[in-house]
Nanobody, 128 residues
């Protein structure tokens, strides 16, 4: 059974850091394109970082570039999102996603539902 499960969300103060984890089961994450998306209250889901391994470096949206880092651990079948210098506008439900077709990084992140497999989301709240 293909499954993605996020963890690591919570409440953090502005300027703080948080690392989100996503455990995959039922498939080899190392062979898939991966991505992190988020949905803020009242807004559409947006792609913030995608890595299809078919390109040299991951894609980051302008909102998170320089602050967030996507990574994966193939041995553990997990992916991560390191978030630094968090801002109140980063408050959202964060979703991990994966897809077996290795399209472009930016292509995936610009399409809300391009990836096939999704986690259920984890809430990140940035507030003092």
């Amino acid at each position: 059974q293909v499954q993605l499960v996020e963890s690591g969300g919570g409440l953090v103060q502005p300027g703080g850091s948080l690392t989100l984890s996503c455990a995959a089961s039922g498939f080899a994450l190392g062979l898939y394109a991966i991505g992190w998306f988020r949905q803020a209250p009242g807004k559409e889901r947006e792609g913030i970082s995608c890595d299809s391994i078919s390109e040299g470096s991951p894609y980051y949206s302008d909102y998170v570039k320089g602050r967030f880092t996507i990574s994966r651990d193939n041995a553990k079948n997990m992916m991560f999102l390191q978030m630094n210098n968090l801002k109140p506008e980063d408050t959202a439900v964060y979703y991990c996603a994966a897809d077996e077709f290795l399209y472009g990084n930016e292509w995936y992140c610009q399409r809300e539902n391009a990836m096939e497999h999704w986690g259920n989301g984890t809430l990140v709240t940035v507030s003092s």
